[in-house]
Nanobody, 123 residues
Framework: QVQLVESGGGLVQAGGSLRLSCTAS????????MGWFRQAPGKEREFVAA????????YYADSVTGRFTISRDSPKNTLYLQMNSLKPEDTAVYFC????????????????WGQGTQVTVSS
């Protein structure tokens, strides 16, 4: 059984930084990439960033490019999202997820999801 557990969310002032972590367990050998999505109140879940587990190719939403960095520590089965220069519009619940095929930007391609961690950015 696959389990993804996020941590590292919290309250931060605009311009500040946070680092999210996602630890994976279970049958991960078939995964192709992992990603981060976020969902703000009243809005649809949106793609933030993704990384291939072999090769480390990264993908970012335009809204976070240059501010967020996705990375992974394969021996630890851990995914990270370093978030710098945070803005109030980054406030959302952040989810990590894993996929085995398809476009990294499409949430429908992800088969395993964490429970989410809240990020709140105050102005």
């Amino acid at each position: 059984q696959v389990q993804l557990v996020e941590s590292g969310g919290g309250l931060v002032q605009a311009g500040g930084s946070l680092r999210l972590s996602c630890t994976a367990s279970g049958r991960t050998f078939s995964w192709y990439y992992m990603g981060w999505f976020r969902q703000a109140p009243g809005k649809e879940r949106e793609f933030v960033a993704a990384i291939t587990l072999i090769g480390g190719t990264t993908y970012y939403a335009d809204s976070v490019t240059g501010r967020f960095t996705i990375s992974r520590d394969s021996p630890k089965n851990t995914l990270y999202l370093q978030m710098n220069s945070l803005k109030p519009e980054d406030t959302a619940v952040y989810f990590c997820a894993a996929a085995s095929f398809g476009s990294p930007q499409r949430s429908n391609n992800y088969h395993s999801w964490g429970q989410g961690t809240q990020v709140t950015v105050s102005s």
